[in-house]
T-cell receptor
């Protein structure tokens, strides 16, 4: 079974600074998808960024980028120019490309942004 | 475009009762998945429905069940509620043939007393 590990329960960043959230995963599959979701106090999970395992190029979405290291099974999220609105719980998630339409989530990282 | 709608937002039930939660997906989305979120266990997959058929099931007891209607709306039911069933229940819908299009609702907060 696949597992996703987020080793940082909580992180803090100063507004306008850069922060990196860590995620590692374990799988025997070669084809899969990785996601970062944000969950603000409103509770709705919002997709931040996604990465296909077969793509070597790291995904980027505006201020959000990932460092995908397939061999190391690592998928970190970098948030540049942090804003107060970035404060939320961030979840890393894995989805098999073959076996079923379900997401396996990490435990989450609370991100606090200081003004 | 309306998002994923979950009702009710909050619910308080007594141990032993049963509860039904509802999820209306985005128009055109035929896959609906349910997740349970608790402080202790985190986010766990319950089940997925596609075209009224359960395609995937997580590791939950038989007290947890679901169904999907022809309009893709989905319900999940929990019978004989236990205190440990207190959680945020999230629903996500997606387009067929896509691996990206998960859109989540805001969840139903269930408290069992």
């Amino acid at each position: 079974a696949q597992t996703v590990t987020q080793s940082q329960p909580e992180m803090s960043v100063q507004e306008a600074e850069t922060v990196t959230l860590s995620c590692t995963y374990d799988t025997s599959e070669s084809d899969y998808y990785l996601f970062w979701y944000k969950q603000p106090p409103s509770r709705q999970m919002i997709l931040v960024i996604r990465q296909e395992a077969y793509k070597q190029q790291n995904a980027t979405e505006n201020r959000f980028s990932v460092n995908f290291q397939k061999a190391a099974k690592s998928f970190s999220l970098k948030i540049s120019d942090s804003q107060l609105g970035d404060a939320a719980m961030y979840f890393c998630a894995y989805r098999s490309a073959v076996y079923g339409n379900k997401l396996v989530f990490g435990a989450g990282t609370i991100l606090r942004v200081k003004s | 475009k309306a998002g994923v709608t979950q009702t009710p937002r909050y619910l308080i039930k007594t141990r032993g009762q049963q509860v039904t939660l509802s999820c209306s997906p985005i128009s055109g989305h035929r896959s609906v998945s349910w997740y349970q979120q608790t402080p202790g266990q985190g986010l766990q997959f319950l089940f997925e429905y596609f075209s009224e058929t359960q395609r995937n099931k997580g590791n939950f007891p038989g007290r947890f069940s679901g169904r999907q209607f022809s309009n893709s709306r989905s319900e999940m039911n929990v019978s004989t509620l236990e205190l440990g069933d207190s959680a945020l229940y999230l629903c996500a819908s997606s387009m067929p043939g896509t691996v990206y299009g998960y859109t989540f609702g805001s969840g139903t907060r269930l408290t069992v007393v």
